[in-house]
């Protein structure tokens, strides 16, 4: 393989392309800095991104480059945020394991793909790392790749691996992966980790996300056995349940005996755990996050968080407010995939309160709010006052049982709420 400069390399990217960014913490920050540098040469260039942690503002999201660069995100990452927020770009609403066949059927066509791989193996194959997620499809469907070849990038098994006979252009770098420090679950969420915990039984196959709740559910599994990993996401928390054999796949119905997950972020230890493991493999999103796939494995686990629920069961997980934060992201895939297994289960954790004292319990979500899982697919919700269970459960009994795990400081004003919007039904109840 020949190696030469980013700067030749985005040459490739001609004025009017589509050009897919690679995300996870694998965004080829050195390809993206030099086709920014370009933008004299460029015009109406539209750039897809998904979920992505960057090490910092995206070079492209400047006032200069508004004309050269349309950012048409399908996953509102970090380092892009402001420029959304700000109305210089926008993002499309899908659900996550949906996004590839938008690549794969021309309705998001993809010119370039720019991605951040690992050095070749012996057979000349590199690996794409910690995002296999969208990048799969994307690069399935460009008509030219471009790589870094990385040193810092882990080698994974799966779909995420590319011959570098189908690289336009690779240029070699030694940049380290953006790290995220492991989020020690503070008390609240020690709560609601053991609270989730005691309701998981052994022998499940877990689907967990990101962030302290997330990893106190993990630290409080230490006395499960034979649980299986089949995730969107995979986080530092997992390693030393793997290592010590608790998660270990053995009841999975699907690819039994393997951690499956589609994209990885966490410290240096999760990416030098995943380098050449077999038993570990990294999968097209569209594969992972396949409702009918998620329900074949059995007592399914679907563990989410939400930016707020109202008294009905509505989950508003991707907006404060109006304004985008996020994405839908693989919730409501995990959530109906979840429902079907036989005796699955799945979950919406969250404080009931945000760090400035906010209920995240609400009579109504705020306007402008949008609903990522319904009131008709919810099942638990869980605070650190305890479990709510909703499933099967009228409006009026939700209510009561919401407002029973909500921050004891909004209680009495959501019971006001609750009375005057189901009357009778739920002054009965109390």
Known sequence: MRYTTAAEAVKLIRPHSSVYIQGSTSIPEILVQAMTDRAAELSDVTL???????????????????????????FVANNIRRWLADGY?????????????????????????????SLPNEEGYCSYGVSADLAVSAVECAKTVIAQVNKAMPFSYGDAVIHVSRLAAAV??????????????????????????????????????????????????????????????????????IERGIIDNSQKAVMPGVTVGSLALGSRRLYDYMDYRKDLVMKDVAWTNDPFRIRQNPKVMAINSAVEVDLTGQICADSVGPRIISGVGGQHDFMFGGALSEGGKTFIAIPSATEKGASKIK?????????????????????????????????????????????????????????????YSFLRLR
């Open 48 to 74: 897809y991104s998904g979920f992505a942690i960057g090490a910092k503002d995206a070079p492209y999201c400047r006032p200069e480059y508004k004309e050269t660069f349309l950012v048409n995100s399908l």
């Open 89 to 117: 770009g926008q993002s499309i609403p899908a659900f996550l394991g949906e996004i590839p066949g938008l690549f794969r059927s021309g309705m998001l066509p993809v010119d370039v793909a720019l991605l951040n791989v």
């Open 172 to 241: 070699e770098v030694d940049a380290p992966l953006v790290e995220l420090p492991t989020s020690v679950p503070n008390e609240v969420e020690s709560k609601i980790g053991r609270h989730i915990a005691e309701l998981i039984p052994d022998g499940a196959t877990l689907q967990i996300g990101v962030g302290g709740i997330p990893n106190a559910v993990l630290a409080a599994l230490t006395d499960h056995k034979h649980l299986g990993l089949h995730t969107e996401a995979m986080t530092d928390g997992v390693v030393p349940l």
């Open 363 to 423: 009579a109504v979500l705020s306007p402008g709010a949008g609903v990522v899982t319904t009131r008709h697919m919810i099942q638990h919700v869980v605070t650190e006052y305890g479990v709510a269970y909703l499933q099967g459960r009228n409006l009026a009994q939700r209510a009561k049982a919401l407002i029973g795990i909500a921050h004891p400081s909004v209680r009495e004003e959501l019971e006001k709420a609750a009375c005057e919007r189901f009357g």
